[in-house]
């Protein structure tokens, strides 16, 4: 299989690599002349007939003496970028880029390029999604637009420098537009300047890593009342933020306006001459348990892109209530990040979300068990699924018969079978499809 894929792995490196240095060495106008040239040459074969060939022979001495007089570019410059902390998939990102120029002549009409980190993919891992894309079964559309590669990251702009002084300085405002969460590598920045047609750029290459990450897609959802309901946290004390139902006797304080008169303590104000309230320990609140599947052996999956986009809404959600969110899924191994009330933030749990990767080695059960270890202290559950098999039918059977409340939100594509709500017996309203391309609908829709 490997010998039958890599001249075809190789025909794509080597192809998408020339349309890369390409689309950079070239202006706009440069690459029209360049495909003019190319279709002169094509058509201009038979010279006793037509007269392309001249078209030929003039396109192709602007290309010759554009490609020598790049030659001649002698700058020398160094950058320095302030990137922000995160950035979001979809989402414009935009950063400031300092240049200063190194040498004793001023620089005019050049033009900044950020350099990220080789997409193309290793042999594995480009031959994995190639096989999965072969076995999946898709809808025959003629007006569906052609899927995105997965192995691009980013798309960047160029943008104009201003003049740059000699040993002077300038600022610019870049521009790149996050496609895949994760972390985005910058390896360098570009400074190009054009020939005197302005067809093609000679460069000047400056070492500036850094990297940003880049948080999952969120939606917005409408007022949502998630199930669960108060139940007791062992441990409460140390979870707890003073405003729970309580009534443990934990310490005596200074009253504070607002403070209900039964929790005065009257032996103690009679003493100081000041009001003291009694403090209770807080252990009753809610806690949702926000479920994650991961299990596809399809590499890049769109699905499991929304599955996580789909979490991280949630995940923003819940965290602006008084509750406790524990985020459960399986990568290399079962992982539990608990958040709110002060155990961890919304941020942190993006960032745990912008790094979840699709599982291959491990059974579905994995997960289950992972859910059932935490199910004494869960209020409620809200489970994104990316499968609608046996294993997944039976585990939110199981939730259910122990009395727990769940919502279950099944992500598919277009044109995949959808399974009727009505199968689950109770509760069918709280059993919600979304379909990729319409996850922003179906979630409007949640009530």
Request: aromatic fraction near 10%.
């Amino acid at each position: 299989m490997k010998f039958i894929y890599q001249p075809i792995y190789w025909t794509y490196r080597y192809s998408s690599g020339l349309w890369r240095w390409a689309a950079r060495r070239f202006t706009p106008a440069g690459l029209c002349v360049a495909g003019g040239w190319l279709a002169a040459g094509t058509l201009g074969v038979d010279i006793e007939h037509n007269i392309t060939y001249q078209s030929f022979a003039l396109l192709l001495a602007f290309l010759i003496f554009a490609l020598a007089s790049s030659g001649f570019f002698r700058g020398r410059f160094s950058a320095r970028r302030s990137l922000p902390r995160f950035g979001t998939a979809g989402q414009p990102l935009h950063y400031q880029v300092a240049v200063r120029n190194l040498t004793a002549k001023p620089q005019v009409g050049l033009t900044l390029l950020d350099d990220l980190d080789d997409p193309r993919p290793a042999f594995d891992e480009w031959l994995a999604f190639q096989l999965a894309e072969s076995r999946r079964i898709r809808p025959f559309s003629i007006t569906k637009p052609r899927e995105r590669s997965p192995f691009r990251r980013a798309k960047l702009k160029a943008a104009a420098l201003p003049p740059l002084p000699a040993n002077g300085e300038g600022s610019v405002t870049m521009e790149v537009l996050p496609l895949r969460r994760g972390v985005l590598r910058f390896t360098g920045a570009t400074v190009a300047c054009p020939d005197p047609f302005g067809l093609f750029r000679s460069f000047s290459r400056m070492p500036c890593p850094q990297t940003v990450l880049i948080l999952p897609k969120r939606y917005p959802l409408p007022p949502i009342a998630l199930p669960g309901q108060l139940r007791y946290q062992e441990g409460g004390v140390a979870l707890a933020a003073n405003v729970g139902c309580s009534e443990e006797f934990v310490s005596l304080r200074d009253y504070r306006h607002g403070d209900p008169l039964k929790h005065i303590h009257w032996r103690s104000w009679a003493k100081t001459g000041k009001p003291i309230v009694k403090e209770f320990e807080d252990e009753f609140f809610v806690r949702h348990a926000l479920v994650l599947d991961t299990f596809t052996d399809q590499p890049h999956s769109e699905v499991l892109e929304e599955a996580v986009s789909v979490a991280a809404s949630f995940a923003c959600t819940v965290l602006t209530q008084e509750s406790l969110l524990d985020l459960l899924f399986v990568g290399h191994k079962s992982y539990c990040f608990t958040a709110g009330r002060g155990l961890g933030t919304s941020d942190q749990m993006l960032e745990i979300l912008a790094s979840v990767r699709n599982c291959t080695d491990k059974p579905f059960a994995t997960l289950e068990h992972l859910v059932f270890e935490h199910i004494s202290i869960m209020s409620g559950c809200v489970c994104v699924l990316q499968h609608w098999d046996d294993a997944r039918r039976n585990f939110i059977k199981k939730l259910r018969a122990l009395s727990v409340p769940v919502m279950v939100l099944l992500i598919v594509r277009p044109g995949d079978p959808k399974p009727d709500p009505k199968t689950l017996g109770e509760e069918p309203e709280n059993f919600h499809v979304l379909e990729t391309g319409k996850i922003s609908e179906g979630l409007a829709k949640l009530k």
